[in-house]
């Protein structure tokens, strides 16, 4: 599971499972320029159609939060309740996943709007969109799936890889992933504050940490007081609803983020690596380590819109700054090259893709050799459309 | 009634400012204006604004576009020019036109004229591809190339190409304050010129005199001879508007006649970005000035300088390190791409990734 990439490409030593094995360093040297060649194609076709594109997704968004927040405002009647709570919850998603994520990204950068830009862009999430930033895009999309770099990993809960050492404490970890599921952004917040690593090294006491635990405290306080005074108060008779409608819709968007943000990383055949790997590692093996560490969700337009086109987690861990429009439209190129170099093109659709992260989640909570065990069994009680290579 | 009505005003601002709390606590994170944007951009509160509503061609490659500017627009004096934000293949790019039109026009609405320059970006696209109903960027009407009051008794206008837009500007509001005027223009062909009929019939309705230069076939203005055209041009007051060259050539002409506080000039076309392998960097916030080669990341620049320079995974994905480009041009250390920039066009680059391509000024 574990790939190896030596520090010298000259004389790379690879463990016998590793899926790279097979490639020499002049196919990781073309990939890299295949691949550079590809992110240069895009830039220079970017235009006005990608801008006219990220132009409507925000203005239906608002005006579907606009509208839904308005509907909400009657939602002692059921039918209100029912459209408003599901009109919030996908505009809260889409804010999060196609806008937000990806404007933070700097994917739309290139258009010069202040408005839509990485620098001013701050979203609808308790985690200030600076700190998400840093641990994001600096450290996540750097070190992406390199145990003890990549907080994504488990966020320091979870064991991710049988190579890590268990302990008694993984046991519980298919609860404390529920958890951070129903709760992922406050999760992510306290994450990207590196709030546990404070805590223990002392760090809590700076200046510099307490301001940014101030900033989140605010920016918890903003968002409190936006779903869960304001808009109830505005709605008057229907406010206790309303106060269920702003809950189940954050409650809603946690566990989606959350589920389509676990199988950008975590399903079956999802590589992770070691930090000695990663010394001196060349473009090329960047690439390779993103294209390896990254999987797929298949699906309709709808699908990738409302994941913010981390359906397309490969394209988008290869080019975190191309505009999120286009990672569809360059697939089945990707595609075409894993499939060129041998190389495994994790993809599949939602459901099997969130079963197959959690199975992996439940077996590693396990150790190793209990885990075999159980998945013995249990693989025989997997329906088909489960069943893994 | 003074003494009643300043409380009420009071009550009525604390009135505003609370509902408009009370909006931002419902919107945050974005603000009430991002969703009034989407109603209604060109309200007086907005960020300035302005629709294109007619668009209307003057020559081959020039044409005058009729904005209707957003309610916060305050105004501007003849001669004066708008820098507008246009979205030329969904990026915004800034640049200045002078306004053409009359002031406080009874329906509000302003114009400029756009001569397409070759290569020009924002020109072509203006002239060319710009459709009625796109909504641009607008910055208050701004520039000293104006009229003084009182009227000077005679005045000279020396232009050449789209030099003679202010000075349309400041002929159609105040040509009948001026007495004595004289216009002399340059362009290629005599259909080329900008404004030709109104010109002329200005100059036939002797309410101007017009000396047209047609440069393909007269050869260009010999400021030598300009005393052949306008026997008493030192003693008018004179406004020059036109290509570097002529300019350079009227403020000598002027200096060496010794009057050269009667001329005015208006550089349309002031900054010519030189482009090339590295260049002396200025971080301005700091005020630290380096000289740096072309394959040194701005980042590694400015740290070496000592300032203090945002930064994270240093290879171009995380934009952590994305810092304003007041000035200069830089290059791309990935694909070469050069990106430039003038004071306010507000462009953001990597440091990470990016090198000087000539003098540059990082806001840091």
């Given amino acids: 599971m574990t790939a190896v990439m030596s520090e010298r490409p000259a004389a790379r030593t690879v463990p016998v499972d590793d899926p790279t094995a097979h490639l020499t360093d002049a196919d990781i040297e073309n990939i890299a320029k295949e691949l550079d060649a590809l992110r240069e194609r895009v830039i220079a076709s970017r235009g006005a159609r990608d801008a006219a594109y990220i132009r409507r997704v925000i203005d239906v968004q608002r005006k579907l939060e606009l509208g839904s927040r308005g509907v909400l405002v009657f939602s002692l009647f059921p039918p209100a309740w029912l459209l408003g709570t599901l009109g919030l919850s996908a505009a809260k998603i889409v804010e999060n996943m196609e806008i937000g994520h990806n404007v933070m990204h700097g994917q739309w950068d290139w258009m010069r709007d202040p408005k839509i830009h990485s620098t001013t862009w701050e979203w609808d999430n308790v985690s200030p969109s600076d700190q998400w930033k840093r641990t994001h895009n600096g450290m996540h999309h750097t070190y992406t799936n390199v145990i003890g770099e990549d907080g994504d990993l488990g966020y320091g809960l979870m064991r991710v890889s049988p190579d890590q050492p268990w302990s008694p404490f993984y046991l519980g970890q298919p609860l404390w992933n529920f958890v951070n599921a129903c709760f992922f952004e406050f999760g992510i917040a306290a994450y990207d504050l590196e709030l546990r690593d404070s805590l223990t090294d002392g760090r809590h006491k700076t200046p510099e940490f307490r301001e940014r635990a101030q900033r989140v405290l605010r920016k918890i306080r903003q968002q409190v007081t936006k779903d869960y005074v304001v808009h109830p108060l505005l709605s008057g008779p229907s406010a206790l609803h309303t106060l269920g409608a702003n809950f189940v819709a954050n409650l809603v968007r946690n566990l989606w983020t959350h589920s389509v943000i676990m199988c950008g990383h975590f399903p079956e055949g999802v590589d992770t690596f070691e930090k000695s790997s990663i010394e001196g590692e060349t473009r090329g093996q960047w690439y390779l380590r993103q294209m390896l560490g990254s999987a797929n969700i298949s699906g309709s337009p709808l699908l990738h819109l409302m994941s913010g086109n981390l359906s397309h987690q490969i394209e988008h861990h290869l080019f975190p700054d191309l505009p999120s429009n286009r990672y569809g439209e360059i697939a089945p190129e990707v595609r075409d090259l894993f499939e060129r170099y041998g190389l495994n093109y994790v993809t599949g659709p939602l459901p099997k893709q969130v079963a197959s992260a959690w199975r992996k989640i439940f077996l590693l909570s396990l150790p190793n050799d209990a885990a075999e065990r159980v998945d013995r069994v249990l693989k025989r009680f997997w329906p088909k459309w489960l069943r893994t290579a | ?364």
């Fill in chain 2, 1 to 364: 009634m003074a003494f009643v009505a300043a409380p009420r005003r009071g009550a009525f601002a604390s009135l505003g400012a609370r509902v408009a709390r009370l909006a931002e606590l419902v919107t945050t994170p974005v603000v009430p204006s991002d969703y009034l944007d989407m109603l209604s951009p060109l309200r007086a509160s907005a960020d300035l604004r302005g629709r294109i509503e007619e668009i209307h061609p003057e020559t081959r490659d020039a044409a005058t576009l009729v904005i209707r500017p957003g309610k916060g627009w305050r105004g501007h004096a003849p001669g004066q020019y708008v820098r507008i934000g246009v979205d030329v293949d969904g990026v915004r790019q800034w640049r200045a036109y002078s306004l053409t039109s009359r002031t406080g026009r009874a329906d509000g609405r302003i114009s400029v004229t756009v001569k397409a320059m070759p290569d020009g970006t924002v020109s072509n696209y203006l002239v060319r591809r710009a459709r009625t109903g796109t909504l641009i960027q607008l910055d208050q009407a701004t520039g000293d190339f104006t009229l003084p009051s009182p009227r000077p008794r005679k005045a000279l206008f020396l232009t050449a190409g789209s030099g003679i837009t202010p000075v349309m500007g400041m002929l159609r509001n105040a040509v009948d304050e001026l007495a004595d005027v004289v216009v002399v223009h340059s362009a290629p062909r005599s259909h080329d010129v900008i404004f030709a009929d109104e010109l002329r019939h200005l100059a036939t309705s002797g309410r101007i005199r017009l000396v047209e230069r047609h440069t393909d076939v007269d050869g260009m203005l010999d400021f030598g001879q300009l005393g052949g055209i306008v026997a008493d041009w030192t003693e008018r007051e004179t406004w020059a508007c036109g290509p570097t060259g002529l300019l350079d050539a009227a403020d000598q002409r002027w200096s060496d006649a010794g009057v050269a506080d009667r001329l005015h000039t208006e550089r349309f076309r002031p900054t010519v970005i030189v482009t090339g392998e590295g260049g002396q960097v200025t971080f301005s916030q700091t005020g630290t000035t380096v000289d740096a080669d072309g394959s040194t990341a701005l980042l590694d620049t400015g740290e070496r300088a000592g300032v203090l320079m945002p930064s994270g995974c240093r290879m171009g994905i995380c934009f952590g390190c994305v810092s304003p480009l007041r000035s200069g041009a830089v290059r791309d250390l990935r694909n070469g791409e050069v990106t430039t920039a003038v004071p306010g066009d507000g462009v953001l680059i990597q440091t990470c990734v990016s090198a000087a391509a000539g003098a540059c000024d990082i806001e840091r």
